[in-house]
């Protein structure tokens, strides 16, 4: 038998009627993006980002002289936490999703894995989740490209 190849299989980590959590390098990480996200909350509902100079100006802004895809997210939270949603999307288009997806793939980390967690992940995860972070890539890129074009209403 070749060294490499065993007969007796070993449960997967991945595999998902195991009854565990997900890695604990993954809650960690979990847990550190629910901080930020609840953090930049009370920064923000603490002290107003409408007010020029109150969190400094945006790096891209000011060596490029474009606005980046986080650009108006400090003023988007602040307005999201007054409930005003019409103008944290005016801010920035993608703030509300980007934190839905955030929130929801940090609880899917603390979820434990078999039926609970198989509502939320049908079946096996496979190449997909390959290509999120190709996809969020091209969204940046192109929002970026639309935000950036004169009299763009994408603009914060």
């Known amino acids: 038998m070749n060294r490499y190849t065993t007969s007796e299989v070993s449960p997967s980590v991945d595999d998902p009627t195991e009854p565990h959590a997900?890695?604990?390098v993954q809650r960690v990480q979990a847990g550190a993006v629910l901080f930020v996200v609840i953090g930049t909350a009370v920064a923000v509902t603490l002290r107003d980002p409408h007010e020029p100079g109150s969190f400094g100006v945006c790096p891209s802004l000011l060596l490029f002289g474009s606005y980046c895809?986080?650009?108006g997210t400090l003023r988007?939270?602040?307005d999201l936490t007054s409930g005003d949603i019409?103008?944290?999307v005016g801010h920035n288009l993608l703030l509300i999703p980007m934190i839905v997806a955030l929130v929801a793939w940090a609880v899917l980390q603390w979820l434990p894995r078999g039926k609970a967690r198989r509502r939320f992940?049908?079946?096996r995860?496979?190449?997909t989740w390959v290509?999120?972070?190709l996809i969020v890539g091209i969204t940046f890129l192109?929002?970026?490209v639309l935000r950036n074009l004169p009299g763009s209403e994408l603009a914060p």
Request: glycine share 20%; with cysteine.
């Open 131 to 133: 290509n999120i972070p």
């Open 22 to 24: 997900g890695h604990p």
């Open 142 to 144: 192109i929002f970026t």
């Open 121 to 123: 992940l049908p079946g």
């Open 69 to 71: 895809p986080g650009c």
């Open 76 to 78: 988007g939270m602040a």
């Open 125 to 127: 995860i496979g190449p």
């Open 86 to 88: 019409s103008a944290t």
